[in-house]
């Protein structure tokens, strides 16, 4: 078997990946917690879109830039563009409807085991997607119990996020819970890689697809108009949420007598008056 590196680069992928996937957590949080406090239906589905592209864009990122870490010494790695592109949407796709499953109507057991299990399944998926998106000088294959073990992490992952989605409030525990979450994905991620084989053949056919490196300012700059985005949004809706609730005073025409009828008389000008009267 040839040598395969998953951390190529030291701890400087794997720590990478991690803050991207909190960071993602951590917005998506706060997302959802003010998508369950608001009271409007389209408000709602606001913050729920912003949550589902945080919380995805943030695990896609995260496998991303963990695969840039990794390296076969004796073999170029290429992408291909298009299912590299396809595992991006089906994270954020996969995410956005167990969200919208599980944020709205009543609240039920039922319904945060399915669309954990959804969920899950869509993100395990998401991440053997991109693994599919890469080639090399030869095949590459997965052991079943590892794959497996996997997939069932990123079941538990999705069901836990999903239930911290909907319950947890504050800004302490959003942080601790989107710590929680991003080690849970990127747990997902390495357990995944180490079930990874690699069969190397060297018969003089290139490689198809792109170098990495060459993907990195596309993603880099989709990343941020999509933070700048994400931002804006939740901003506007913040702002269109104060600007109804300050209601404009409206002036009233009061008259002279109604204005005097409504105003106390104090009790010592009255006894005053009615003494001077007496005297």
Same mark, same amino acid.
């Given at each position: 078997? !040839?040598?395969?590196?998953?951390?190529?680069?030291?701890?400087?992928?794997?720590?990478?990946?991690?803050?991207?996937?909190?960071?993602?957590?951590?917005?998506?949080?706060?997302?959802?917690?003010?998508?369950?406090?608001?009271?409007?239906?389209?408000?709602?589905?606001?913050?729920?879109?912003?949550?589902?592209?945080? #919380?995805?864009?943030?695990?896609?990122?995260?496998?991303?830039?963990?695969?840039?870490?990794?390296? #076969?010494?004796?073999?170029?790695?290429?992408?291909? !563009?298009?299912?590299?592109?396809?595992?991006?949407?089906?994270?954020?796709?996969? =995410?956005?409807?167990?969200?919208?499953?599980?944020?709205?109507?009543?609240?039920?057991?039922?319904?945060?085991?399915?669309?954990?299990?959804?969920?899950? =399944?869509?993100?395990?998926?998401?991440?053997?997607?991109?693994?599919?998106?890469?080639?090399?000088?030869?095949?590459?294959?997965?052991?079943?119990?590892?794959?497996?073990?996997?997939?069932?992490?990123? #079941?538990?992952?999705?069901?836990?996020?999903?239930?911290?989605?909907?319950?947890?409030?504050?800004?302490?525990?959003?942080?601790?819970?989107?710590?929680?979450?991003?080690?849970?994905?990127?747990?997902?991620?390495?357990?995944?890689?180490?079930?990874?084989?690699?069969?190397?053949?060297?018969?003089?056919? !290139?490689?198809?697809?792109?170098?990495?490196?060459?993907?990195?300012?596309? #993603?880099?700059?989709?990343?941020?108009?999509?933070?700048?985005?994400?931002?804006?949004?939740?901003?506007?809706? =913040?702002?269109?949420?104060?600007?109804?609730?300050?209601?404009?005073?409206?002036?009233?025409?009061?008259?002279?007598?109604?204005?005097?009828?409504?105003? !106390?008389?104090?009790?010592?000008?009255?006894?005053?008056?009615?003494?001077?009267?007496?005297?």
């Amino acid at each position: 078997m !040839p040598v395969v590196h998953h951390f190529a680069h030291g701890p400087v992928n794997p720590v990478a990946a991690y803050a991207l996937a909190f960071l993602g957590s951590l917005l998506g949080l706060a997302s959802t917690a003010r998508a369950t406090a608001t009271g409007t239906r389209s408000r709602r589905a606001r913050w729920l879109v912003t949550a589902a592209f945080s #919380i995805g864009g943030g695990i896609w990122l995260m496998h991303f830039t963990a695969m840039l870490g990794f390296d #076969i010494p004796d073999s170029p790695i290429r992408y291909d !563009p298009r299912l590299t592109l396809a595992s991006a949407v089906l994270a954020v796709l996969v =995410v956005g409807l167990g969200l919208a499953f599980v944020g709205t109507g009543r609240r039920a057991l039922w319904k945060l085991l399915a669309g954990g299990l959804f969920t899950g =399944v869509g993100v395990a998926a998401m991440h053997y997607t991109g693994m599919a998106a890469m080639h090399v000088t030869g095949s590459l294959g997965y052991q079943p119990r590892i794959v497996g073990a996997s997939v069932l992490i990123a #079941i538990i992952a999705a069901t836990v996020a999903l239930w911290l989605s909907v319950t947890v409030r504050g800004r302490g525990p959003i942080v601790l819970s989107a710590g929680i979450m991003a080690l849970a994905v990127c747990g997902m991620h390495y357990t995944g890689m180490a079930g990874l084989t690699v069969d190397l053949v060297h018969d003089g056919t !290139p490689v198809r697809g792109m170098d990495p490196i060459v993907l990195i300012l596309p #993603i880099v700059v989709s990343a941020s108009v999509a933070l700048v985005a994400l931002a804006f949004g939740a901003l506007l809706t =913040v702002t269109v949420v104060r600007r109804r609730d300050v209601r404009p005073l409206r002036a009233h025409p009061v008259s002279l007598a109604e204005f005097n009828a409504s105003m !106390p008389i104090p009790y010592s000008s009255t006894v005053a008056s009615h003494d001077g009267k007496s005297g």
